[in-house]
């Protein structure tokens, strides 16, 4: 497996409040994600980074911010977490685009 | 952007049985195709892609796939599961517009009964 880890693995929240999930890699990846993962939806892309301090927005970003201050970290910030926002969210990996991409273990996330 | 739709969301087969998951993307120029599999409580990992050359793509646990280019079709086969493919099956086509990024289709449930 691909050197990803993402923390918290669990967390509960009350509405309102700021969280932030954090994803690290080990393999000195350029490109990093964040996905949300909701039943009957797939997977979907909320934001994305091709390098350190360069970061876009994807499908579902409303709601959410990112940073990346170093190769590897990636942060996903909730500012005022909604109940809409609960969900799984999988951080993934790639080195470009002949690369495949990897995933975390993944981040459940409720929020009452 | 390129997009995939997945037709079956739930299957159900008996151990043994072959499987055919279909998965149609929408874009008509160059795709790099994905299939991924999660298996319960746990991560997404890659199954088999197709980048260009054989159409026909092997991947892991006996999984195989068929770039048909005429059918914007990339389904997924194998020809005798087992009870451990119980999970859900992902396609996936790489956005070029978005750091190729993955857009994936809604999923598919696969249930193997002994």
């Known amino acids: 497996d691909a050197g990803i880890t993402q923390s918290p693995r669990h967390k509960v929240t009350e509405t309102g409040t700021p969280v932030t999930l954090r994803c690290h890699q080990t393999e000195n990846h350029r490109y990093m994600y964040w996905y949300r993962q909701d039943p009957g939806h797939g997977l979907r892309l909320i934001h994305y980074s091709y390098g350190v301090k360069d970061t876009d927005k994807g499908e579902v970003s409303d709601g959410y911010s990112v940073s990346r201050s170093k190769t590897e970290d990636f942060l996903l910030t909730l500012e005022s977490a909604t109940s809409s926002q609960t969900s799984v969210y999988f951080c993934?990996?790639?080195?470009?685009?002949?690369?495949?991409?990897?995933f975390g273990p993944g981040t459940r996330l409720t929020v009452l | 952007a390129q997009s995939v739709s997945q037709h079956n969301h739930h299957v159900i087969l008996s151990e043994a049985a072959s499987l055919e998951l279909g998965c149609n993307y929408s874009y008509g120029g160059t795709v790099n195709l994905f299939w991924y599999v999660q298996y319960p409580g746990q991560h997404l990992q890659l199954l088999l892609k197709y980048f260009s050359g054989d159409p026909l793509v092997k991947g892991i646990k006996g999984f195989e796939a068929e770039f048909i280019k005429s059918k914007f079709s990339f389904n997924l086969r194998k020809p005798s599961v087992q009870w451990s493919d119980t999970a859900e099956y992902f396609c996936?086509?790489?956005?070029?517009?978005?750091?190729?990024?993955?857009?994936f289709g809604k999923g598919t449930s696969l249930l193997v009964t002994p």
């Open positions: 996936a086509v790489r956005d070029s517009n978005s750091g190729y990024a993955l857009n």
């Open positions: 993934a990996i790639s080195g470009g685009l002949q690369d495949t991409q990897y």
